[in-house]
């Protein structure tokens, strides 16, 4: 895997992927950005989502569930001195369908964070990570 990152001025960056896609990372306005993309901590954040998702959503349809929807609201704690890593990690699920089985949820979220999820298993050598989730029936 490769990605390449160039500074574009001030504390704006772009960054590219290997799959060729690209995404801007800025910082705030206080450090020098014009707050025209992410930050690249934010990144991270959205990166573990992404990883757990995927894993997840893979679970779930080789299980024959009916997601219609599935969401992952991350939330994180940083250190307050430098280096600010993260220190708590909190992913609440939304799996939204029909039919779900709590057991197959619950074991999709638990099988991404502790088996399948790179992003998770790296950064919870450094934070604490934990999961919870929802389940809303559609008709």
């Known amino acids: 895997m490769k990605a390449r990152v160039k500074w574009v001025e001030q504390a704006t960056f ?20 014009r707050n ?7 990144m991270l ?9 995927f894993d997840v959503m893979m679970i779930l349809t080789k299980a024959r569930q ?3 929807d599935c ?26 369908g029909k ?4 057991d197959r949820v619950k074991r999709a979220i638990q099988l991404s964070s502790e088996k399948y999820c790179s992003a998770s298993i790296m950064l919870g ?6 999961h919870d989730y929802k389940i809303e029936e559609v008709e």
């Open 14 to 33: 772009l960054g590219e992927s290997g799959s060729g896609h690209a995404i801007v990372m800025d910082g705030p306005p206080d450090h020098g950005g």
């Open 36 to 42: 025209l993309g992410v930050r690249p901590m934010e």
């Open 45 to 53: 954040l959205l990166g573990l989502g992404g990883c757990t998702m």
């Open 66 to 68: 009916d997601v219609r």
């Open 71 to 96: 969401i992952v609201e991350l939330e994180a704690e940083r250190s307050d001195e430098e280096p600010k890593v993260f220190t708590k990690i909190h992913a609440h699920f939304r799996v939204i």
């Open 99 to 102: 039919g779900l089985k709590e």
């Open 125 to 130: 050598a450094m934070a604490e990570i934990t």
